[in-house]
């Protein structure tokens, strides 16, 4: 191949990715160790996109993916230039090629001024980010100086560490990722020196440990999970944990002996009734006790959240807000569950929107009934990253916001401007 081809897509993750293009179907590497290389896939499960990450992928490019599938968040949170909407001839494997992850283009066999701009490009991007860098040990404030937490979302311990030099004010730890990564349940020791050096490394920044939401496309053989017509409206979250004891338990038991080195707290997925969080409470409970019988040290009375994600969470929320500490919005979930969208299908993208009047309501809602009952409330979900909504969350009376790592000081950049 010698002329430059471009192909037209969809964004996932902005930034710029100069590399080697290769083809799932293909073996790979096929370029030099320190060479970046960019997947063309149909599609990838979250877990496959962890196993690529550490075969020295470096960018994706899908044929078969959405904006906000789980896959394409986990890239996203990556800091890995990604886009979709793509199919690459197998051809092109072991070409150069260029991701344009701000206007949504691939180049492939790009001539030498193309190469030379885009070279260019990373280094206007370094300039911006330094820029940036003086905002790190500032705190989080609007104009009017209102303070805003902003926590980055954490999949892995090395995320962690992305998080705290962009100066995070909390982290959110996805703990489904421990699962996903291993080839059988995590014991409890394992998990606890994940949560261990979390707290010691957070110090009294409070670092949220949710629960594994595991089920519909996130999830390993291990689990052994029984097939489901509707994956998304299965068991999963809450509803997996509530059903296999041992494993709730045992990660219970993982995260209340880890609240002794650090600020932690817990948060539960897929919450959709007060019976629920009861049916929690008691297994924390008997966690404790077991822990109190082998003299093990915990916090007690650890500050207990929920994830609002559901169309049935967001209006009994008044009700949920009597039983917990925290509101955590999930608006990637809440958005299909409300519109009937499936985040998974791009073929529903322009069903499924964020920023519809349903789900906006829902949200102002929320954050008024959560402000009422004295008790904090995040967005956690790709609109706490939305720079055009931003404002309108912030004047509802949003007090938290999680993002990617990388996000953290775009976003607090943003909300310096905002006027309420």
């Not at 709730?248 to 600020?263: D, E, M, P, V, W």
């Not at 994830?307 to 009700?319: F, G, N, Q, R």
């Not at 009937?340 to 499924?352: H, T, V």
């Not at 519809?356 to 995040?378: P, S, T």
């Given at each position: 191949?010698?002329?430059?081809?471009?192909?037209?897509?969809?964004?996932?993750?902005?930034?710029i990715a100069i590399g080697t293009l290769v083809i799932k179907e293909h073996q790979y590497p096929i370029a030099p160790a320190d060479t970046p290389l960019l997947l063309a896939a149909d599609e990838?499960?979250?877990?496959?996109?962890?196993?690529?990450?550490?075969?020295?992928?470096?960018?994706?490019?899908?044929?078969?993916?959405?904006?906000?599938?789980?896959?394409?968040?986990?890239?996203?949170?990556?800091?890995?230039?990604?886009?979709?909407?793509?199919?690459?001839?197998?051809?092109?494997?072991?070409?150069?090629?260029?991701?344009?992850?701000?206007?949504?283009?691939?180049?492939?066999?790009?001539?030498?001024?193309?190469?030379?701009?885009y070279h260019t490009r990373l280094q206007d991007r370094a300039r911006e980010e330094e820029e940036l860098r003086a905002l790190v040990n500032t705190p989080t404030l609007t104009k009017n100086g209102?303070?805003?937490?902003?926590?980055?979302?954490?999949?892995?311990?090395?995320?962690?560490?992305?998080?705290?030099?962009?100066?995070?004010?909390?982290?959110?730890?996805?703990?489904?990722?421990?699962?996903?990564?291993?080839?059988?349940?995590?014991?409890?020791?394992?998990?606890?020196?994940?949560?261990?050096?979390?707290?010691?490394?957070?110090?009294?920044?409070?670092?949220?440990?949710?629960?594994?939401?595991?089920?519909?496309?996130?999830?390993?053989?291990?689990?052994?999970?029984?097939?489901?017509?509707?994956?998304?409206?299965?068991?999963?979250?809450?509803?997996?944990?509530?059903?296999?004891?041992?494993?709730?338990?045992?990660?219970?038991?993982?995260?209340?002996?880890?609240?002794?080195?650090?600020?932690?707290?817990?948060?539960?997925?897929?919450?959709?009734?007060?019976?629920?969080?009861?049916?929690?409470?008691?297994?924390?409970?008997?966690?404790?006790?077991?822990?109190?019988?082998?003299?093990?040290?915990?916090?007690?009375?650890?500050?207990?959240?929920?994830?609002?994600?559901?169309?049935?969470?967001?209006?009994?929320?008044?009700?949920?807000?009597?039983?917990?500490?925290?509101?955590?919005?999930?608006?990637?979930?809440?958005?299909?569950?409300?519109?009937?969208?499936?985040?998974?299908?791009?073929?529903?993208?322009e069903l499924y929107d964020p920023r519809h009047r349903a789900v906006k309501a829902l949200l102002r809602y929320v954050i008024e009934r959560a402000n009422a009952n004295g008790i904090e409330v995040?967005?956690?979900?790709?609109?706490?990253?939305?720079?055009?909504?931003?404002?309108?969350?912030?004047?509802?009376?949003?007090?938290?916001?999680?993002?990617?790592?990388?996000?953290?000081?775009?976003?607090?950049?943003?909300?310096?401007?905002?006027?309420?």
């Amino acid at each position: 191949m010698s002329d430059t081809v471009i192909f037209k897509g969809a964004v996932i993750s902005g930034g710029i990715a100069i590399g080697t293009l290769v083809i799932k179907e293909h073996q790979y590497p096929i370029a030099p160790a320190d060479t970046p290389l960019l997947l063309a896939a149909d599609e990838l499960s979250p877990a496959e996109v962890l196993a690529c990450l550490k075969s020295g992928i470096t960018s994706f490019i899908f044929h078969r993916c959405s904006e906000t599938a789980h896959a394409a968040i986990l890239a996203r949170g990556m800091e890995t230039p990604s886009l979709y909407g793509i199919r690459v001839p197998r051809e092109y494997h072991g070409s150069p090629a260029i991701i344009d992850g701000d206007s949504g283009t691939l180049i492939v066999e790009p001539d030498a001024v193309t190469l030379a701009f885009y070279h260019t490009r990373l280094q206007d991007r370094a300039r911006e980010e330094e820029e940036l860098r003086a905002l790190v040990n500032t705190p989080t404030l609007t104009k009017n100086g209102k303070q805003i937490t902003l926590a980055a979302n954490v999949n892995k311990l090395s995320d962690l560490t992305k998080a705290i030099e962009n100066g995070a004010e909390g982290i959110f730890f996805k703990t489904e990722f421990l699962f996903l990564e291993a080839k059988d349940y995590p014991t409890e020791d394992e998990q606890f020196e994940v949560y261990r050096a979390i707290a010691s490394r957070m110090g009294k920044r409070r670092a949220v440990i949710r629960t594994a939401d595991i089920g519909a496309d996130k999830t390993a053989d291990y689990f052994a999970l029984d097939s489901e017509e509707n994956p998304a409206l299965g068991i999963r979250g809450i509803r997996l944990s509530l059903r296999r004891p041992e494993l709730f338990l045992t990660q219970l038991r993982a995260i209340l002996r880890a609240s002794a080195y650090g600020n932690l707290a817990i948060m539960l997925p897929m919450i959709t009734s007060p019976e629920e969080i009861t049916a929690a409470r008691a297994m924390i409970r008997r966690a404790e006790e077991e822990l109190t019988l082998r003299g093990e040290p915990y916090r007690e009375s650890i500050p207990l959240g929920i994830m609002i994600e559901t169309p049935v969470s967001a209006i009994l929320c008044d009700e949920l807000a009597r039983s917990v500490d925290f509101f955590s919005i999930g608006t990637n979930d809440l958005t299909q569950y409300v519109l009937a969208a499936d985040r998974q299908a791009p073929a529903l993208s322009e069903l499924y929107d964020p920023r519809h009047r349903a789900v906006k309501a829902l949200l102002r809602y929320v954050i008024e009934r959560a402000n009422a009952n004295g008790i904090e409330v995040g967005i956690s979900g790709e609109l706490a990253q939305d720079t055009e909504i931003l404002p309108e969350l912030v004047r509802c009376g949003i007090s938290l916001l999680a993002v990617p790592p990388t996000k953290l000081l775009p976003i607090k950049k943003t909300i310096g401007d905002i006027s309420e």
